[in-house]
């Protein structure tokens, strides 16, 4: 195994998805998971501009980057807005307290 | 070139109308929307009637919509034409005499619009010749059909009824929407002409498979057995929607499929003889429910089922003519039929047949026109259900075993037993009525539905007449592609081919047996469900049908009731589900990738 630049983002794509999904898995705060969810959209951004370079088309790769950009500044903004309401709500941030949906 | 915008007028003109109702006027004028309604249903049904010359050499049009369906295409051959106008046609007549019967309704805006699209997609369903779009406007109908069911949304029984239509004909979408995919995986066109054309160069397993998935979904729309139990239900519907898409149109589509692909799918090993069946079971099982019910509107229900199981019985004995000629005859005579029940108990407010007799005299028009299609619908010479009744017995004795063509005459006698019973228990005998919904208050039918009864019982009276043109349609829809397959029937032809069959005098001989017997116990029928006793008590939970529906329905809510613990309502488990799901996603494919 040689340790080219590709391999070494590979690598960091997983550890980032890795880091996301382990803050959604366990995390019960709010706040945590919505950081985790920025956490795994980034790894996404960065798995899309390396395939980009791979497919030697660079331009495609920055460009869905920067739709990932604005879609995640999305997620972020409305989930943080639906955090304080939860908060001013049930005086909770915990997610334990949202789970009205128990068949 | 005018046949492509014939074709959009068709189709487009009730959607349009269906836009217009529900944004343009809403329920503020009441005027309006019925002058909308009938304005845009009745041209519509002109421009269908204006493709009829030009259906017997019609090219296919083809819509290109980028890669990745396949083209849109439509086909406005005889067949589909012919479908269309019946649609169209009986759709305007629903229409006229919904301005009497929904006069003062509350949300008529949602009715009509209901109303319109449903007629659109009918016309679509009819002239499109890619499987695809024909799943797609049997969707639509499926929709159209459960929306009206339920129009009255303040009766459980109309909602119940809605759903278990929805819940029934949408077994038979997915039977087709299959199909479609795999007639596009195997031939890469979703086109109906392909598949017709290259039916034989398919596997025999996969062709089995369409054929007898074609048949299911036919059997669900057309209420055909296993699935007869929707349509009865279906009758908390406003009565011009039973007329319109319970008797003349929607419940034709079925049988409009099987006549379709019959070229393709009659060489499958077995599956003419599982056609034939399962009209034999349904026109059958249903003669007898319709013997026994009390309500009006079911006992035309069951009726309607029982018809449609002989024209399916007609497409399996290998004649599609007559098949498709009882199909323009029954939408004829039933819409008549509908409509002049739909005006007694307009009159009356009740649909229980207990509570009618000797409305005759009030309804001397509504009688006449009943009678009229009820005589169509026994099958007496000279009214045009007689000549296609007969077409389809005698190709029936020509082109299937005889057991069936037997059960088919027992059949027939049953209707007339059934059709006589109602006619008796409606306008003769003694007012049977209480005070508050009697005879007394009765009165007869208001001008336009009037029009509408007069226009379809001239109708009844005279659409046989039509056989050459008709015949030479339907044809012209078969022509190169089953040799043998319909073919043109001039009007003394086919006379003579009536007259002469055996089928015809065997038939009319049970038909007048089953009169003479009604009439000679004819004060008796009213508790005729009470005497058949143990028949009678299995027919009215229909013979076991509605007790496998409720098991099929408990067990269902059973699983679901068990699978809530699945349901935590947990953040962290639910992603926990999804990430599990990717990685078995990720297994597979990496699978897939080693191999």
């Known amino acids: 195994m040689t340790w080219t630049p590709l391999t070494l983002v590979l690598i960091g794509v997983i550890c980032l998805l890795g880091v996301g999904f382990y803050g959604l898995l366990i995390s019960r705060n709010l706040i945590k998971i919505i950081v985790a969810l920025q956490i795994l959209g980034k790894a996404a951004l960065i798995a899309f501009v390396m395939a980009g370079n791979v ?18 500044t999305i997620v972020a903004v409305v989930g943080l807005a639906l955090a304080v309401q939860v908060r001013r709500r049930f005086g909770t941030m915990d997610i334990k307290a949202l789970s009205n949906l128990k068949g | 070139m005018t046949s492509s915008v014939l074709v959009a007028l068709t189709i487009g003109l009730p959607w349009l109308g269906a836009l217009c109702i529900s944004f343009g006027v809403r329920d503020r004028s009441e005027r309006a929307q019925h002058a909308l309604a009938i304005l845009f249903a009745v041209t519509s049904g002109l421009a269908a009637l204006a493709l009829l010359p030009t259906a017997a050499n019609a090219t296919i049009l083809r819509i290109p ?18 479908l269309a106008s019946v649609a169209t046609v009986v759709g305007s007549l629903a229409v006229i ?17 209901l109303v319109l699209l449903f007629i659109g997609a009918m016309a679509g369903l009819a002239l499109t010749g890619s499987i695809l779009l024909l799943f797609i406007f049997w969707e639509i109908t499926a929709l159209c059909s459960y929306a009206l ?22 077994i038979g979408g997915v039977g087709l929407l299959v199909g479609a995919l795999i007639v596009y995986a195997y031939l890469g066109g979703y086109d109906i002409s392909l598949l017709i054309e290259k039916a034989n160069t398919l596997p025999p397993g996969v062709l089995n498979v369409l054929a007898f998935g074609f048949l299911i979904a036919a059997a669900a729309k057309s209420a055909q057995f296993p699935f007869q139990t929707w349509l009865p239900d279906a009758m908390e519907a406003p009565t011009p929607v039973s007329a319109l898409i319970h008797a003349a149109t929607m419940v034709n589509a079925g049988v409009y499929l099987l006549a379709r692909f019959y070229p393709a799918f009659a ?89 009618m007799g000797g409305l005759g005299r009030q309804m001397p028009l509504i009688r006449t026109t009943f009678i009229i299609g009820a005589l169509a619908l026994v099958g007496i010479p000279i009214l045009n259900g007689f000549w296609s009744k007969e077409m389809v017995l005698e190709a029936g004795l020509s082109g ?12 027939a006698g049953l209707t007339a037993l059934y059709t006589f019973r109602v006619v008796w228990m409606v306008f003769f005998g003694a007012p049977r009525g209480d005070d508050n919904h009697g005879a007394t208050h009765a009165h007869d039918a208001t001008h336009a539905m009037r029009f509408a009864l007069v226009v379809l019982a001239v109708g009844a009276l005279t659409t046989w007449l039509l056989i050459g043109p008709f015949s030479g349609l339907i044809a012209s829809s078969f022509g190169a592609v089953a040799a043998g397959q ?24 049970v038909i007048a047996l089953a009169i003479g017997a009604a009439w000679w116990r004819r004060d008796k029928l009213t508790a005729l469900g009470n005497r058949l006793g143990w028949l009678s008590r299995m027919a009215t939970d229909s013979f076991g049908f509605e007790w496998i529906n409720r098991t099929i329905v408990r ?10 613990v699945t349901q935590t309502g947990a953040l962290n488990w639910n992603i926990l589900g999804i990430v599990g799901g990717l990685i078995v996603v990720l297994a597979i494919l990496a699978m897939g990738v080693a191999r």
């Not at chain 2, 919509?65 to 012919?82: A, I, R, S």
């Not at chain 2, 005499?97 to 619009?113: I, N, P, T």
């Open chain 1, 55 to 72: 497919n030697g088309q660079t331009g495609q790769g920055q460009a869905l980057a920067m739709t990932i950009i604005v879609a995640d």
């Open chain 2, 65 to 82: 919509v980028g890669g990745v369906f396949g083209d849109f295409t439509f086909n406005p051959d005889g067949l589909g034409v012919f």
């Open chain 2, 97 to 113: 005499f919904s301005v009497d019967y929904m006069r003062g309704e509350k949300q008529l805006g949602r009715y009509y619009a």
């Open chain 2, 149 to 170: 069911i339920s129009f009255y949304n303040d009766d459980p029984k109309a909602v119940a009824g809605g759903i278990k239509a929805l819940i029934m004909t949408q």
């Open chain 2, 267 to 355: 060489p499958v090993p077995g599956w003419t003889m599982a056609v034939m069946i399962v009209g034999m079971l349904s026109a059958l099982l249903t003669a007898i429910m319709a013997l026994v019910a009390t309500d009006l509107k079911r006992v035309l229900a069951y009726s309607t089922v029982s018809q449609l199981g002989y024209m399916v019985y007609a497409v399996g004995a290998g004649s599609i003519l007559a098949s498709q000629f009882h199909l323009l005859s029954h939408a004829v005579f039933k819409a008549l039929l509908f409509l002049g029940a739909g005006a007694v108990i307009h009159a009356i407010g009740t649909r229980d047949l207990r509570k």
């Open chain 2, 400 to 411: 299937g075993p005889a057991w069936i063509w037997i059960v088919m005459l027992i059949g």
């Open chain 2, 486 to 509: 319909p073919h043109e029937l001039s009007l003394t032809e086919m006379i003579a081919e009536v007259v002469t069959a055996p089928a015809t005098g065997i038939a009319l001989i």
């Open chain 2, 555 to 564: 067990g269902t809510q059973a699983i679901a009731g068990g699978l809530r």
